[in-house]
């Protein structure tokens, strides 16, 4: 069973940057992608960024890309997300999801990751002054 846990979030002015960071249990297997996603409350879990262990692509939903970039330590089986110039409707959970059969194209599948990924139990973001 694969683990994730999140860590990281917490209370920022708008303007401001977080880290999350996302540390997994050793996969059984080479290649995997990683997605952030996030759900505020009375909204639908949105799709954020992909990164891919196979070639490092990423991939940015709009409503991020430019703001928050993915990243990985393949050592530490460590992924990140930086956050930058956050606003107050980045306010949500922050979730970690990984999933082995999904491949970074020009698109990622949130679809798939939501149906078929493992989830981290998350963690909070709140943007505020």
């Known amino acids: 069973q694969v683990q994730l846990v999140e860590s990281g979030g917490g209370f920022v002015q708008p303007g401001g940057s977080l880290r999350l960071s996302c540390e997994t249990s050793?996969?059984?297997?080479?290649?995997?992608?990683i997605a952030w996603f996030r759900q505020a409350p009375g909204k639908e879990r949105e799709g954020l960024s992909c990164?891919?262990?196979?070639?490092?692509?990423?991939y940015y939903a709009d409503s991020v890309k430019g703001r928050f970039t993915t990243s990985r330590d393949s050592v530490k089986n460590i992924y990140y997300l930086q956050m930058n110039n956050l606003k107050s409707e980045d306010t949500a959970m922050y979730y970690c999801v990984e999933e082995q059969s999904v491949v970074i194209t020009s698109t990622c599948s949130f679809t798939a990751l939501i149906d078929f990924g493992s989830w981290g139990q998350g963690t909070q973001v709140t943007v505020s002054s």
């Open positions: 050793p996969f059984t297997y080479d290649f995997y992608t």
């Open positions: 990164i891919s262990t196979r070639d490092d692509r990423t």
